[in-house]
């Protein structure tokens, strides 16, 4: 007999590593769907509004990850031991649950032969474009020496904006503590919407469709200093790549990074130019000189 077997999680870390294990032993595929606890959506409901209804599967107070698969019933012991195994255990708090459903019938759910063929990547647009990956911070900030915009937390918003006048090629503003510790960033889309909330209102007062929304909007009126404003810290340190810069500007969605030593001081600044010159640098060592870019 085949078992539905049904795990609903509420730490989504674990299920890059849970699909794996599972494939290691065997189970022949998986289903996830979005789901959300309903008792949790009850109480962000009774804050949030009526109106949040339709971005309920966005809040991630009530988020979830139900997946579902197939597997023997010989197979069931080891998945159900290898998912709680990979979750750390469901009997901790917030982890989720664990259950199976008997099934009469199923069809497909063994594994289909191996690939006997290698994949392989297609070819590159430009030849070395790979390596560029692994272009180490150091030098992709000695591409335009960039220095870091550096304003304290009690810094007014207003002298942020005139602190970045001075670097025009720096859009991403460094929050410091009064120890010097790296505490948060400032982007140019950030002060400018601190700007033009008190110029044109009515561009904000537009997206208020709920009591969510009316206590951002509160929150923005009283924003006066850095500390209000930033978000949280993201960096590269020296020895990192290409590839690491772009993966944290992509998902934070900002045009630069500050570059950190090893107590989070600020000793350096990368931007999505510098990232994108290092690209399109030409690696071929027969055109350098002859109208080639700078390597």
């Not at 099934?103 to 790979?130: D, F, H, N, Q, Y």
Request: include cysteine; charged fraction near 25%; charge should be negative.
């Amino acid at each position: 007999m085949s078992q539905l077997l049904i795990v609903i999680l509420d730490d989504l870390k674990p299920l890059p590593d849970l699909l794996q294990a599972w494939r290691a032993i065997g189970v022949s595929g998986a289903t996830i769907l979005e789901s959300v606890g309903a008792y949790r959506a009850e109480n962000w409901l009774s804050r949030a509004g009526l109106g949040a209804l339709s971005r309920l599967f966005e809040a991630e107070e009530v988020r979830r990850r139900t997946i579902l698969t197939v597997v023997d019933d010989d197979l069931l012991d080891v998945a159900i031991a290898e998912t709680d195994r990979v979750v750390g255990g469901f009997d901790r708090p917030n982890t989720g649950v664990i259950f199976a459903v008997p099934i009469t019938r199923s069809i497909g759910t063994r594994l289909r032969p191996a690939e006997t063929t290698a994949r392989t990547l297609p070819p590159a647009v430009k030849a070395g474009w790979l390596g560029q990956r692994d272009t180490p911070v150091e030098k992709i900030a000695a591409t335009l020496d960039l220095q870091p915009v550096i304003v304290r937390t009690d810094t007014p918003l207003d002298g942020v904006i005139q602190e970045m006048l001075k670097s025009p090629n720096v859009h991403v503003a460094c929050v410091m503590s009064g120890e010097g510790r790296l505490v948060g960033l400032l982007s140019l889309q950030a002060l400018a919407d601190h700007l033009f909330f008190h110029i044109l209102p009515e561009e904000f007062l537009s997206e208020v469709t709920d009591l969510e929304r009316v206590m951002e909007f509160a929150d923005r009126s009283r924003m006066q200093l850095a500390a209000d404003a930033m978000q949280e810290p993201v960096w590269v340190k020296r020895g990192e790549t290409a590839k690491d810069a772009f993966k944290r500007m992509h998902e934070q969605r900002i045009s630069g990074l500050p570059v950190v030593d090893d107590h989070y001081h600020v000793v350096g600044y990368i931007n999505l130019l510098e990232l994108l010159a290092v690209c399109a640098a030409d690696q071929d060592p027969t055109t350098q000189g002859a109208g080639g870019s700078r390597p």
